[in-house]
């Protein structure tokens, strides 16, 4: 038979069939030895999977998404094989695989402690060190249903009988333990070699509070210790930069119960916010966006007819009055398109483009909420582009631009993802599948390094989702542009065209952060509360050395308030030392000593966060040089350093 291997070469085997791990040893022993599974026609199989006609073959490798998944599911069922030895009548339900690391959900005898874990990975490395075979074994619904009866696993017994009736059922089988999967596998434990249990966290059962609650085993393990030990100081190094701890420290945001899940903006907080905002909203000035402002709280008919009360309600906040029902705007689309209805329109006037900074809410349950990150009151810098469908390519490439401008001068990197047509969607499909394409060829001409993300798309239309990479390597899905032929329909939005005739607009909604909240908490982390100058909240503290100082320090504020330099003085009676250090824990980019011979001279003894002492400047050199600064945006070595790792 003939395999063909990715670059397009063909090989060809004798007998009557061939297994991915003889496919890898054929090419190579280096090959073989990384192997973890394959890719037969396009499906991911053991490596042992028995290959009987032509096909098309990609040996996966730890240096792949598929890879990690594939070890990562077999390190779910090595830490419940080690439970089950410890906890004999713990029960399994399920062990899927996250985007670093995995988890297992088990019905213990007793809450797992610390000492347990400690046992657990030391069990673990028992099961490592025995390389055990990992076989799959195929069975029908009846003996799969005997088979987890027989050894009291009876949650697998409850998950067989929800399969569909055509489903294929398998089990993998290492040493004495047996589980079911789907898979597929590593060919043995022993590829394991440094591992991790990270957390312990209860789960209902099904997400359902009214199931009983299991130990969630979160773990992550890795082909090196080398690479577990990267992972884990990735993980420390985030505990120090959570957005939670620094906001409370740098005086920029509170959560309180009063409020849950919805932030108050503290004066530092607001004012990075609004720094943002402004930011963004001159930039779009300058593109030709429009700043409109529509109500929060509108009649809920409003959202029948945009679609939202039937696809979106379960994340909406409702109420009555006077008999009439009103719901909280979760998205600005709807209200938009009612201004865009307002007068008539020419083919001439568009792209039209409105842009709205105002407060959204959404309910998301208590589970879900986290920090800034997932929040119930969000606002986002969120804008509608009304314009002709052969305006959509030059509007994507415009947003396109903008993003990348955006975000190269946060030192952040960014990945495209296509998301397609959901389970769930409204409109015609023919129209959907015009979309998708339109969106497709855009990033082709562009020449956009994209992926796939099938099924993911907004219930209206196709998007484009943005992955922000940041300076710990984690990744964040921030901005977005979604591509919407149905509401204009729905809203009987229209324009005159050349001929007369009346066309509906197509519309692109488009957001650059996102949720300014949640695009708050990741530049907290990404820049460890360490803000490039032009964004910090304070940008300048002026040391008085002792009371005699104060009035030269005073002077000196107003003169760097006078060019919107945010400035403050600390006159407390505290050793200069003392208050160096402070500046330096508030995170201040510069702070200015000043006594006897700065008054005297009208200069500054300059210390930056980055560099420490720079030495005396004039007062008026130092606003030239932190105005040149601010005017660049410029990031400093630390960040360019981050951002380049």
């Avoid at 099938?454 to 979604?482: E, I, M």
């Amino acid at each position: 038979m003939n395999i063909t291997l990715p670059d397009g070469s063909v090989r060809s085997y004798e007998g009557g069939q061939v297994t991915p791990a003889e496919v890898a040893a054929s090419i190579g022993k280096g090959l073989a030895k990384a192997a973890l599974a394959a890719k037969v026609d396009g499906r991911l199989v053991d490596l042992s999977h028995g290959i009987k006609q032509d096909a098309e073959i990609a040996i996966v490798t730890w240096d792949s998404t598929e890879g990690h998944e594939v070890f990562w599911h077999t390190s779910t069922h090595i830490m419940a094989q080690a439970v089950k030895r410890l906890f004999p009548d713990a029960q399994l339900t399920v062990g899927p695989t996250l985007d670093e690391g995995y988890f297992y959900d088990i019905d213990t005898p007793r809450t797992l402690t610390p000492e347990d874990v400690e046992k657990i990975e030391a069990e673990m490395k028992k099961i490592v060190d025995a390389d055990f075979p990992i076989e799959r074994k195929e069975l029908s619904r009846e003996d799969a249903i005997a088979y987890f009866t027989s050894i009291g696993e009876l949650y697998k017994v409850e998950i067989i009988k929800d399969l569909p009736e055509d489903e294929v059922i398998s089990a993998y089988t290492q040493g004495e333990f047996t589980d079911l999967c789907y898979g597929p596998h590593l060919p043995s434990t022993g590829k394991l070699k440094a591992w991790k249990i990270t957390n312990i966290a209860g789960a209902y059962w099904r997400g359902d509070q009214n199931n009983k609650q299991l130990q969630r085993l979160y773990g992550v393990s890795y082909p090196s210790q080398k690479e577990l030990d990267q992972y884990i100081f990735r993980i420390e190094e985030a505990k120090k930069r959570d957005h939670r701890r620094l906001g409370k420290e740098l005086g920029l945001f509170s959560l309180r119960e009063e409020s849950p899940a919805i932030p108050f903006w503290l004066p530092k907080g607001r004012v990075l916010w609004n720094t943002l905002r402004d930011w963004s909203y001159k930039t779009q000035l300058r593109l030709g966006y429009q700043e409109i402002n529509t109500p929060q709280v509108l009649k809920v008919d409003l959202f029948h007819q945009s679609g939202h009360y039937d696809f979106y309600k379960e994340n909406m906040y409702f109420m009555n009055q006077d008999g009439t029902e009103y719901g909280l705007k979760p998205m600005n689309c709807p209200a938009h398109c009612l201004v865009f209805s307002e007068g008539v329109h020419s083919y001439r006037d568009l792209p039209i483009r409105y842009s709205e900074y105002e407060r959204l809410h959404r309910w998301e349950y208590s589970g879900a909420v986290h920090g800034l990150m997932r929040v119930r009151g969000l606002c986002q810098d969120d804008a509608h582009l009304f314009c002709t469908e052969d305006q959509i390519e030059s509007e994507i490439m415009g947003v396109l631009k903008l993003l990348e401008q955006t975000y190269t001068t946060l030192g952040l990197k960014f990945k495209v993802k296509l998301s397609t047509r959901p389970e769930e969607f409204m409109g015609d499909i023919e129209l959907w599948n015009k979309a998708e394409a339109t969106l497709e060829r855009t990033l082709n001409d562009i020449k956009a390094d994209w992926v796939l993300n099938p099924g993911d798309g907004a219930f209206y239309g196709p998007k484009l989702d943005f992955d922000v990479t940041d300076s710990l390597g984690r990744t964040w899905q921030c901005a977005t542009l979604q591509l919407d032929f149905q509401l204009p329909l729905r809203f009987n939005l229209s324009y005159v065209d050349r001929d007369g005739s009346q066309k509906a607009p197509i519309i692109i909604h488009r957001a650059i952060f996102g949720s300014i909240e949640r695009f708050i908490g990741i530049l907290i982390e990404h820049f460890a509360g360490a803000f490039p100058t032009w964004l910090a909240p304070e940008q300048v503290r002026i040391l008085a050395i002792a009371d005699r100082h104060v009035e030269f320090a005073e002077q000196v504020k107003e003169k760097l308030l006078d060019y919107e330099v945010r400035a403050t003085v600390d006159s407390d009676h505290e050793k200069i030392g003392y208050k160096i250090r402070n500046g330096q824990l508030q995170k201040v980019p510069y702070m200015l000593v000043v006594g006897d011979r700065e008054a005297e001279t009208n200069s500054v003894s300059v210390r930056s966060r980055e560099a420490g002492d720079l030495g005396s400047k004039s007062v008026d050199d130092f606003v030239a040089d932190i105005l040149q600064e601010i005017k660049e945006k410029r990031l400093s070595q630390s960040h360019l350093q981050a951002t380049e790792a």
